[in-house]
């Protein structure tokens, strides 16, 4: 019977909520349960979805890393987390840091799926001044390499599969998974993405992103490796306006010439 693991590292949730059907809940919208009992794959763990207590869980994992417990498909969410100072203590999982805990998932796993761009590429909080040193399972932003080096390969010869998107859907969680739990090729493109990741709202027709004219808003390009850094709001910038020192000017003062603005 195949197997899967869900681990969350520096995440919002936002793929667990989505592949749980939190959003609608319709025949186009699969929920992990549905998985589950459609492939009769065993849940060994999900963080908001495992009845079994933490303890539990523990074991299962002491078991996977031990290759007692065999894994089918181990999925991440989140951003691997390195800091402060390269420990890894910033996120730990019964006191060890979970990115040790991770590799050693993913060296017992047949497959290792990225959910999100945080776990593809280290997504929002990989962005400067990043102070949470993330990084992605083997990207870290368009870069090769981060928690595993560009080589690594899983148990069944595939490289990380990066299921990009801030969230990415659960339709195309679930129908990845479902391919390669029965061999259907998966056609990874140069930054490991698969052919079912596709930008928002684009369809059958039309591949491209289609938010700004089916919502109205742009698109902000959640499945590039360059999310967020690629758009203004993450972009680093240096003030210069406050340089000078700026001096109030007092009732008798003839300094006109502070630049005290609120943006
Ligand atoms: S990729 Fe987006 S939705 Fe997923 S954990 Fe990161 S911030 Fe949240």
Redesign the pocket.
Same mark, same amino acid.
């Given at each position: 019977m195949a197997t899967l693991l869900w681990m969350a590292c *520096? !995440? =919002?949730? *936002? #793929?667990s909520m989505a592949i749980l059907g939190t959003g609608a809940i319709s025949p186009d919208n699969p929920t992990l349960p549905d998985f589950l009992e459609r492939n009769n794959v065993r849940l060994l763990g999900h963080p908001s979805f495992s009845a079994e207590p933490s303890h539990g869980l523990a074991n299962t994992i002491e078991r996977v890393l031990a290759g007692e417990q065999e894994l089918t498909l181990l999925c991440v #969410? *989140? !951003?691997i987390i390195n800091g402060p100072h390269g420990t890894g203590l910033f996120d730990t999982y019964e006191g060890k840091p979970k990115r040790d805990v991770i590799r050693g998932l993913c060296a017992r796993a047949d497959f290792v799926f990225a959910? @999100?761009? =945080?776990?593809a590429f280290g @997504?929002? $909080?990989a962005a400067p001044p990043n102070p949470t040193e993330s990084t992605g399972l083997q990207f870290c932003n368009d870069r090769p390499g981060g928690l595993l080096s560009p080589e690594w390969r899983s148990r069944a010869g595939f490289p990380v599969i990066n299921l990009a *998107? =801030? $969230?990415?859907d659960s339709a195309t969680m679930l129908n990845t998974l479902t391919r390669a739990l029965h061999g259907v090729p998966l056609e990874l493109d140069g930054f490991n993405r698969p052919s079912t990741v596709t930008p928002c709202l684009s369809d059958n027709t039309q591949r491209k992103c289609g938010t700004a004219e089916k919502v109205g808003y742009a698109c902000y390009g =959640?499945i590039s490796p360059k999310f967020p850094v690629s758009k203004p709001l993450f972009r680093p910038t240096i003030s210069h306006r406050f340089d000078s020192p700026a001096t109030l000017p007092g009732p008798h003062s003839t300094n006109r010439q502070v630049p005290l603005r609120i943006a």
């Amino acid at each position: 019977m195949a197997t899967l693991l869900w681990m969350a590292c *520096g !995440s =919002c949730n *936002g #793929e667990s909520m989505a592949i749980l059907g939190t959003g609608a809940i319709s025949p186009d919208n699969p929920t992990l349960p549905d998985f589950l009992e459609r492939n009769n794959v065993r849940l060994l763990g999900h963080p908001s979805f495992s009845a079994e207590p933490s303890h539990g869980l523990a074991n299962t994992i002491e078991r996977v890393l031990a290759g007692e417990q065999e894994l089918t498909l181990l999925c991440v #969410e *989140g !951003s691997i987390i390195n800091g402060p100072h390269g420990t890894g203590l910033f996120d730990t999982y019964e006191g060890k840091p979970k990115r040790d805990v991770i590799r050693g998932l993913c060296a017992r796993a047949d497959f290792v799926f990225a959910m @999100g761009t =945080c776990a593809a590429f280290g @997504g929002i $909080p990989a962005a400067p001044p990043n102070p949470t040193e993330s990084t992605g399972l083997q990207f870290c932003n368009d870069r090769p390499g981060g928690l595993l080096s560009p080589e690594w390969r899983s148990r069944a010869g595939f490289p990380v599969i990066n299921l990009a *998107g =801030c $969230p990415v859907d659960s339709a195309t969680m679930l129908n990845t998974l479902t391919r390669a739990l029965h061999g259907v090729p998966l056609e990874l493109d140069g930054f490991n993405r698969p052919s079912t990741v596709t930008p928002c709202l684009s369809d059958n027709t039309q591949r491209k992103c289609g938010t700004a004219e089916k919502v109205g808003y742009a698109c902000y390009g =959640c499945i590039s490796p360059k999310f967020p850094v690629s758009k203004p709001l993450f972009r680093p910038t240096i003030s210069h306006r406050f340089d000078s020192p700026a001096t109030l000017p007092g009732p008798h003062s003839t300094n006109r010439q502070v630049p005290l603005r609120i943006a």
